[in-house]
């Protein structure tokens, strides 16, 4: 059952690879399309209430039989992987079309369908060599998606730090399998909870996943590979591959015993990335950098919901740990939907303007109605507000955090702050967004690329509101996804038996309906009345200037810049400035950038000092035989000196 639509993306990608001509790129959408369909359908079914499904074959692959398996928590991530797959591959026949791309399209879709299904494979697959070989094929598919546009120098650039990060991930997991397999005596995945010395092992999941993930610090590959990618493959980046990290941490942290004290380490791992994500999304110039940013901010959600399960769990598997948990993986979904429709809509913009840059933006909505108006709508949901499907998934969050408050034992002292600094995140990302929708949608035109703009076409626009659809749906009828939700939760600890109703989700999912009708009817009625009265437009005050220039305009620095100098000691801007000098000067400027602090400050010098010293030590090895025996026998008096002094103790 499941075999099937995997095979079906392998097999658009062969096709792509074999045939060319216009009737190509047709073939290998309708595939992709009909294999992510059949993906879905079956995830829906067991998320339905189905039995668990699983496959074993005869034939081993690398000394080890394949297994496939396909539960609650594989399923919910499966969903996403082929609503975000689907609308990517029908995004990218406008975006990265072969007219404009003839050299790298083609290969593009090649990739898209290797990616596909190497996600798809990590999901379902239950054996750790497999997994490993299906995790390193997305990264190097990822790779290859990321560097399609390989002329630009900061792509590559982009492309190798990835590819880096990701292969650090992959060692700390191959150490993770391998012990893992070693005291086992199997690569078989499955439940160990009852083998408490495989607790250690987490802590190398720890790692290898939330690299992956990109949690702070560890994110430092993530800003500069989703602000470079192609806008379609940033959309799947930050939507699905980063979510094979919280995959990976959900999963085994269900299956494996857990260390004392993990879960307080995860959830203030969570808080920090929320925060410091949001902060730094606010510093940003770049758009999809600063969509990026915002990536590390919605991981660290996550991370709150699962760090507060696990402390349920050492707490003798309290209530509120399933709405944490819950509210953490429906957020994986919301997250997934929003974010990918947020960078649909960027990219619908550098599309029709070339440029990224928020300072040569402005005015875009006029020429642009349709992605202002979808990008706008991921803007409320991202933020968390009301009616859409961002706030149901926060509000579980908030739910599980205020009863373990009210429950007045030791988690009470972190769910406080942890809320309060939850909510400090969506007051910044309110902020942040109020920027980039005014910034880049409102205000006059800042180039002349931006006054030339135009609305994109059909597939990219049909992509963009198949995903804004499913952010409505969630928005307005959650009670609907609750029980793919608690399956999941269910299938994470299947001690917990109950169905974890959060609250009213009926209540709630009737308020955004009234909510929706109401916002709904006032825009209606106002678009009425100025019709009927002939309201002209004119432009708003100008300062008394008689001329006045898209200059004067707010930019995105002196929108966010107030809020972004409480965070200056994390974000250490870099200002550069000309100060006027005389009362009428002939020039004057301020630029302010904000450089990516760990990777900038921290890993570059480190990483510098250990290439000073590798060159240095590379010097030792000239060729000279003489020079070698005076090193052995150095090290011989040094080992000698080392048991003399031992005997002597």
Not at 90 to 115: C, F, K, N, Q, T
Not at 173 to 200: D, I, K, N, Q, V
Not at 508 to 514: K, M, R
């Amino acid at each position: 059952m499941i075999v099937a639509p995997l095979l079906g993306a392998a097999a658009a990608a062969m096709l792509l690879a074999l045939l060319a001509g216009r009737l190509a790129p047709r073939a290998w959408l309708a595939a992709t399309l009909g294999s992510v369909s059949a993906a879905v359908a079956a995830a829906v079914f067991v998320l339905a209430g189905a039995d668990d499904w699983e496959w074993r074959s005869v034939v081993p692959v690398g000394g080890e039989p394949l297994c496939f398996r396909l539960d609650g928590i594989s399923a919910l991530f499966l969903v996403l992987l082929g609503v975000v797959g689907g609308a990517g591959a029908v995004y990218g026949r406008e975006y990265w079309a072969d007219a404009a791309h003839p050299r790298s399209a083609r290969a593009g879709r090649v990739w898209w369908s290797a990616l596909v299904l190497s996600l798809g494979l990590v999901l379902l697959t239950a054996n750790g060599l497999h997994f490993l070989i299906a995790w390193e094929l997305f990264t190097l598919s990822a790779y290859f998606l990321i560097t399609l546009d390989r002329h630009r120098s900061e792509v590559r650039a982009a492309g190798w730090l990835y590819l880096g990060a990701s292969h650090a991930a992959v060692l700390a997991l191959f150490a993770f399998f391998a012990t893992l397999a070693a005291r086992t005596g199997s690569w078989e995945l499955g439940p160990l909870r009852e083998h408490a010395e495989l607790a250690p092992l987490f802590w190398l999941a720890l790692f290898g996943f939330g690299l992956k993930a990109g949690l702070f610090p560890l994110h430092i590959w993530l800003p500069s590979a989703h602000a470079n990618a192609p806008s379609h493959v940033s959309a799947i980046l930050s939507g699905v591959t980063i979510k094979m990290g919280i995959y990976g941490l959900v999963r085994f942290s269900g299956w494996l015993p857990m260390p004392v004290g993990v879960g307080w380490v995860v959830t203030a791992l969570g808080v920090l990335s929320a925060v410091l994500g949001v902060a730094f999304a606010l510093g940003q110039h770049d758009l999809k950098r600063l969509l990026a940013y915002h990536s590390v901010e919605n991981i660290g959600i996550i991370l709150i919901g699962l760090g507060f399960a696990l402390v349920a769990v050492e707490q003798g598997d309290a209530a509120w740990g399933r709405l944490a948990l819950a509210g953490g993986l429906l957020h994986v979904w919301n997250h997934g939907l929003f974010k990918a429709l947020l960078f649909l809509g960027a990219g619908s913009v550098l599309h029709a303007t070339g440029t990224r840059e928020m300072s040569q933006l402005g005015g875009l909505w006029r020429a642009m109605p349709w992605t202002a108006g979808l990008f706008g709508l991921g803007a409320v949901a991202i933020v968390g507000l009301p009616p859409l499907n961002g706030f149901v998934s926060e509000w579980l969050v908030y739910l599980g955090l205020f009863d373990a408050t009210i429950a007045h034992g030791p988690s009470a002292w972190a769910a406080i702050p942890a809320a309060i600094l939850l909510g400090v995140t969506g007051a910044l990302a309110l902020a942040c967004f109020i920027k980039v929708c005014g910034v880049v949608f409102l205000g006059a035109p800042r180039s002349p690329a931006a006054a030339q703009a135009h609305e994109c076409g059909l597939p990219m626009r049909g992509a963009m509101l198949v995903l804004a659809g499913a952010c409505v749906a969630i928005g307005l009828a959650p009670i609907v996804f609750w029980p793919a939700v608690a399956r999941a939760v269910r299938t994470w600890r299947p001690v917990w038996s109950g169905e974890a109703t959060p609250a009213p989700l009926f209540v709630l999912g009737l308020a955004h309906v009234a909510l929706a009708v109401i916002a709904v009817a006032a825009a209606w009625w106002l678009w009425r009345r100025a019709r009927r009265q002939g309201l002209s437009r004119a432009l708003t005050w100008d300062c008394g200037y008689a001329a006045p220039t898209a200059r004067m305009q707010y930019t995105a620095g002196s929108l966010a810049g107030i809020i972004t100098e409480w965070f200056a000691f994390i974000l250490r801007p870099e200002r550069h400035e000309q100060r006027p000098e005389v009362s009428f000067p002939v020039s004057a400027s301020h630029a302010e950038h904000t450089p990516e602090t760990v990777l900038e400050k921290i890993v570059q010098p480190v990483s510098l000092v250990v290439m000073r010293v590798s060159s240095a030590v590379r010097s030792l090895q000239h060729g000279r035989v003489q020079s070698y025996l005076l090193y052995l026998l150095i090290g011989l008096a040094g080992l000698a000196a080392l048991v003399v002094l031992g005997d002597g103790q």
